[in-house]
């Protein structure tokens, strides 16, 4: 499949506040800038930093990312879009990323995206109406050996079923910042 740009020659940017703060840009020369060679091999880690800020990039934010690091706003849109993981639009307060991998497709993976996308209503790549779930499929988390894996937001469940599924998408608060983050589940309950 070939790699397929936007046209962002109409591309806006919103007037008013930065979306890159002060406080966003005290993180980068602080934690950043002495990590890495030059400013703009800074320039994923400050992708991460603004999408975990806004929980996607707006084409301002990216913009002003570039400025900051001295870099084409051009490159820096290229490199956000041509990453999966970065989100050039608004998503789900929760990120439900199923794998499709081999291993996890063996597994009955495409089970647990079917009926995710039943009871949420939605395709891969879709959003809920009420914006707090995107579905979307990945190649793979990793975890091949716990196979089939679901991941939310940045948590890893492993060895998961429908009804696990169901158990996991009912505990999950309305605010994901109040998500307890038990980290990777290993035992063969997905518990």
């Known amino acids: 499949m070939p790699w397929?740009?936007?046209?962002?020659?109409?591309?806006?940017?919103?007037e008013g506040q930065p979306l890159l703060t002060e406080s966003l840009k005290a993180v980068l020369r602080d934690k950043y800038f002495p990590r890495y060679p030059s400013k703009r091999a800074v320039l994923l880690p400050a992708l991460h930093l603004l999408q975990h800020e806004y929980n996607w990039l707006p084409t301002q934010a990216v913009q002003e990312i570039a400025e900051f690091l001295?870099?084409?706003?051009?490159?820096?849109?290229?490199?956000?879009?041509?990453?999966?993981?970065?989100?050039?639009?608004?998503?789900?307060?929760?990120?439900?990323?199923?794998?499709?991998?081999?291993?996890?497709e063996l597994c009955q993976s495409e089970q647990l995206r079917d009926h995710l996308s039943q009871k949420l209503n939605v395709d891969p790549g879709e959003t809920t109406a009420d914006k707090r779930f995107t579905l979307v499929e990945?190649?793979?988390l990793g975890a091949c050996g716990?196979?089939?894996?679901?991941?939310?937001?940045?948590?890893?469940?492993?060895n998961v079923t429908t009804d696990r599924l169901d158990q996991i998408i009912a505990a999950l608060p309305e605010d994901p910042h109040d998500m307890k983050d038990p980290g990777m589940t290993w035992d063969n309950d997905g518990h």
Not at 73 to 91: C, G, H
Not at 146 to 158: G, I, W
């Open 4 to 14: 397929i740009s936007e046209d962002r020659r109409h591309t806006r940017v919103a």
């Open 138 to 140: 990945l190649e793979c």
């Open 146 to 158: 716990t196979a089939p894996v679901v991941m939310v937001n940045e948590v890893l469940h492993e």
């Open 70 to 104: 001295e870099i084409a706003p051009a490159e820096a849109l290229d490199t956000a879009s041509f990453y999966e993981e970065y989100w050039l639009k608004p998503k789900g307060k929760y990120l439900l990323q199923v794998c499709r991998s081999l291993t996890c």
